[in-house]
Nanobody, 123 residues
Framework: QVQLVESGGGLVQAGGSLRLSCAAS????????MAWFRQAPGKERELGAA????????YYVDSVKGRFTISRDNAKNTVYLQMNSLKPEDTAVYYC????????????????WGQGTQVTVSS
């Protein structure tokens, strides 16, 4: 079992930046694909970005491409999401998620989840 804890959320103005962190404990996540999902008020949870076990491959949904960067430091057992040029539509609870080996895009494919961190972007 892996425990995931997100941090770094907060209130920022449009155009600003935040860096989210996901600290894992319980076991190493070096063999896990990891992802950041987000859930806006009244909407379903959706994928924002994913990263392969060794960081060699990343995936971004179109709405965040060029603005968000997912990265990982397996030595620190931590995953990051650098968010730049934030927009009000980025407002959501952001969740860290993990699954063994292979990247995936659906909520149901991930078995390890954090509790989420709130990101609010004002105009």
């Amino acid at each position: 079992q892996v425990q995931l804890v997100e941090s770094g959320g907060g209130l920022v103005q449009a155009g600003g930046s935040l860096r989210l962190s996901c600290a894992a404990s319980g076991r190493a996540i070096s063999s896990f694909a990891m992802a950041w999902f987000r859930q806006a008020p009244g909407k379903e949870r959706e994928l924002g970005a994913a990263i392969s076990w060794n960081g060699g491959r990343t995936y971004y949904v179109d709405s965040v491409k060029g603005r968000f960067t997912i990265s990982r430091d397996n030595a620190k057992n931590t995953v990051y999401l650098q968010m730049n040029s934030l927009k009000p539509e980025d407002t959501a609870v952001y969740y860290c998620a993990g699954r063994p080996y292979t990247m995936a895009t659906m909520v149901s494919e991930y078995e390890y989840w954090g509790q989420g961190t709130q990101v609010t972007v004002s105009s």
